[in-house]
C-alpha cells in the first residue's frame, strides 16, 4: 500500500484567504464563517466504520484517519482494467458495511456531437458504472456497467429506510439530442441493479434536456429528486417506491442557473442544498447564453461566479435565506458535494472552481426573506 499525505496546499491556503487563486482572474472570496479544509480532496466522503473518512480519485481509494489531515492511497482497480472513474461521482457505506461507489469511466468516452444537426452522431458514449467493496474499500468486486450511453454525471447516492441502494444517472437521447435523467436502484447492497423510467422534459442541445438530477428520501418515505434545467428552476420528480419509478413530475420554486444543485439529510434532520442562483447576489440581470439549439433550445443563465447554501427545515417546502459561501466573479464554482463531518459540521467542496470549505450550521440559519 503507498501512503501519501495532502496537507492543504499552499495555492488552496491562498485561495481561500481571499488572494487571487489565479495568476490572473478575480480573486476567491469565501463567507467569512467558513473555514478552509485541512486537505484538497474532492468529495464524496463517507465515514467508515472505524471513524476513518473515505474517498475516492480517478483510480484510487483514499482513507483518512486523522479528520482529512492525511490520507491512506490505494489502487481500486486491479491490473489490466481499463477504467479511470470521473470527477463527478456518487458514494455510500450501506448499513450492512457494503461500499458502493459509481461513476462513468473516462476511458470509454467517445463525444460526437454533430453542430451541424444539433444532435449527437452514432457511436457517441459514456458509459455508466457501479461496484463495491464488503472489505472497507480493501478489495473491490468487478465493475457493473448499467448502460453505454453518453452519462452527463452521476450526482449522489443514498440508501433508503428499508435498505434500497438509490444513485443518480443520465442518458443522452437523440431526434433532437438532449438529456434525460433516471435512477438506479439496488436491494442487495449493490449486488445487482434495476433501472427506472427516464424523465425526459424535451429540449434540444449538447446541455439541453433533463440534466444532473440530485436525489433524497423525505420523512414520509417518498424519494425527491431535484433535476437541473435551462428553464431558470430546478425541476421535482417524486418517488413512493424507493426510485424504481418516477410519477410525479413538476416545476419546482427554487430559482438556479443551469448548474446542478446537492441536497443532504442532516442529523438534525434539516435538509441542506448547495447550488448556483441565477443572478448574482444584489444583481437584477445576467448575460445569457444558448438558445440557439446547440447548448439549449432556450436562452440560459450559466452563472456559477457564486456557491449558495440554504437549510429547509419542512422537506422543502420553505427555506433559509441562500447564503453565498464562495464567489469569484467570471468562474465556475460549481457541481458541489456535501459531507456532515460531525452532526451541524459540513464540508463543502467543489468539482469546479476548487472550493474546500467547512463550515457551522448554526452559522447559516437565515430566516427566509
Not at 203 to 221: F, K, M
Request: net charge negative; with cysteine; aromatic share 8%.
Amino acid at each position: 500500500m503507498m501512503r501519501t499525505t495532502i496537507l492543504l496546499t499552499a495555492l488552496a491556503a491562498i485561495c481561500l484567504s481571499g488572494v487571487p487563486a489565479h495568476a490572473q482572474g478575480d480573486a476567491l472570496w469565501v463567507h467569512p464563517n467558513c473555514r478552509p479544509l485541512p486537505t484538497d480532496t474532492l468529495g464524496p466522503f463517507v465515514r467508515m466504520g472505524d471513524g476513518s473518512i473515505l474517498a475516492v480519485d480517478p483510480t484510487n481509494v483514499l482513507v483518512s484517519k486523522d479528520e482529512g489531515v492525511s490520507w491512506e492511497s490505494r489502487p481500486i482497480f486491479s491490473e489490466g482494467q481499463n477504467f479511470s472513474m470521473s470527477n463527478e461521482r456518487a458514494l455510500v457505506l450501506t448499513r450492512n458495511g457494503a461500499l458502493v461507489v459509481a461513476f462513468m469511466n473516462m476511458n470509454e468516452k467517445d463525444w460526437r456531437w454533430n453542430s451541424a444537426k444539433h444532435d449527437a452522431d452514432p457511436g457517441t458514449r459514456l458509459p455508466c458504472y457501479a461496484m463495491r467493496s464488503l472489505d472497507n474499500g480493501k478489495t473491490w468486486e468487478a465493475p457493473q456497467k448499467m448502460h453505454d450511453d453518453w452519462t452527463g454525471a452521476v450526482r449522489n447516492m443514498i440508501q433508503t429506510k428499508d435498505g434500497q441502494v438509490v444513485f443518480t444517472s443520465m442518458k443522452l437521447l437523440n431526434n433532437p439530442g438532449r438529456h434525460s435523467v433516471l435512477t438506479y436502484v439496488s436491494a442487495d447492497d449493490g449486488a445487482t441493479w434495476r433501472a427506472s423510467n427516464i424523465i425526459d422534459l424535451g429540449g434540444q442541445g449538447h446541455h439541453g434536456g433533463a440534466t444532473e438530477a440530485t436525489v433524497i428520501q423525505l420523512q414520509d418515505g417518498r424519494l425527491w429528486k431535484l433535476i437541473r434545467t435551462n428553464l431558470g428552476r430546478f425541476w421535482n420528480a417524486y418517488s413512493d417506491d424507493n426510485g424504481a419509478s418516477w410519477r410525479v413530475i413538476q416545476l419546482s420554486q427554487i430559482e438556479a442557473s443551469s448548474a446542478p444543485g446537492q441536497l443532504l439529510r442532516l442529523a438534525d434532520g434539516r435538509i441542506m442544498l448547495a447550488w448556483n442562483r441565477p443572478l448574482p447576489e444584489g444583481k437584477t440581470e445576467y448575460p445569457l447564453s444558448g438558445g440557439d439549439n446547440e447548448w439549449s433550445e432556450v436562452p440560459v443563465s450559466n452563472h456559477r461566479g457564486e456557491l449558495s447554501i440554504a437549510f429547509s427545515d419542512d422537506e422543502g417546502k420553505a427555506w433559509s435565506k441562500p447564503v453565498v459561501i464562495a464567489r469569484q466573479p467570471g468562474k465556475s464554482l460549481a457541481y458541489p458535494y456535501l459531507f456532515e463531518r460531525a452532526p451541524g459540521e459540513l464540508w463543502v467542496t467543489t468539482m469546479q472552481g476548487g472550493v474546500r470549505l467547512s463550515l457551522l450550521e448554526k452559522d447559516f440559519l437565515q430566516p427566509a426573506p
